[in-house]
């Protein structure tokens, strides 16, 4: 088993959809980041989490550290938010992170 | 600040031959990795330095990938020989221990690597 599982996979919605991806994972961490990464390949970090919740524009990060798992929600949903989105955690000794293995949303218009 | 700057953007190379990537990391920040991603593995850390020094290297997958950071404005990963299963996306990104605590890193653009 992973130790950062993400669901789902993949995920189609329509413009202006509420979207909400998933991530669990099995091992104690530090924190928590969300990242994105577009159709040409770069990689943007969106959120660190220790605990609690975030927003920045249309996006929304919240954790639960007790059950281990984490959301990343995206409101009024835009075709340009198509892209992989990655959770990843830190484990609570050093600063490597570990990946899930990204969730593909697609925004269609 | 022009961010994170990886060279080449892609290579392509014969099988046997040397391979080096470049980066350059943000002026200031003191901690760089560098992080393979593969269809099949995802993102996967290499190997990571700390005031030029390497911290963890755990996750090179073998003696012909080697990582050098001889000062604070370079680091090189180096494969010799190249195989095709090494064909992947390498990630370089920097970020310091405050920054890293409040949103994580910056990442460079990437190098594609194709190996025939």
């Known amino acids: 088993k992973n130790e950062v599982e993400q669901s789902p996979q993949n995920l189609t919605a329509q413009e202006g959809e509420f979207i909400t991806i998933n991530c669990s994972y099995s091992?104690?961490?530090?924190?928590l980041h969300w990242l994105q990464q577009h159709p040409g390949g770069g990689i943007v970090s969106l959120f660190m989490l220790s605990s609690g919740k975030k927003k920045h524009g249309r996006l929304i990060a919240t954790i639960n550290i007790q059950e281990k798992h984490s959301s990343l929600h995206i409101t009024a949903s835009h075709p340009r938010d198509s892209a992989v989105y990655i959770c990843a955690v830190r484990s609570r000794y050093g600063n490597k992170l570990v990946f899930g293995a990204g969730t593909i949303l697609r925004v269609k218009s | 600040d022009a961010g994170v700057i990886q060279s080449p953007r892609h290579e392509v190379t014969e099988m046997g031959q040397e391979v080096t990537l470049r980066c350059k990391p943000i002026s200031g920040h003191d901690y760089l990795f560098w992080y393979r991603q593969t269809m099949m593995r995802g993102l996967e850390l290499l190997i990571y330095?700390?005031?030029?020094?390497?911290?963890?290297d755990s996750g090179m997958p073998e003696d012909r990938f080697s990582a050098k950071m001889p000062n604070a404005s370079f680091s090189t990963l180096k494969i010799q020989p190249s195989e095709p299963r090494d064909s992947a996306v390498y990630f370089c990104?920097?970020?310091?221990?405050?920054?890293?605590?409040?949103?994580?890193?910056?990442f460079g653009s990437g190098t594609r690597l194709t190996v025939v």
């Open positions: 091992v104690g961490i530090s924190a």
């Open positions: 330095f700390n005031n030029n020094v390497p911290i963890d």
């Open positions: 990104a920097t970020t310091t221990q405050g920054e890293f605590t409040n949103y994580g890193y910056t």
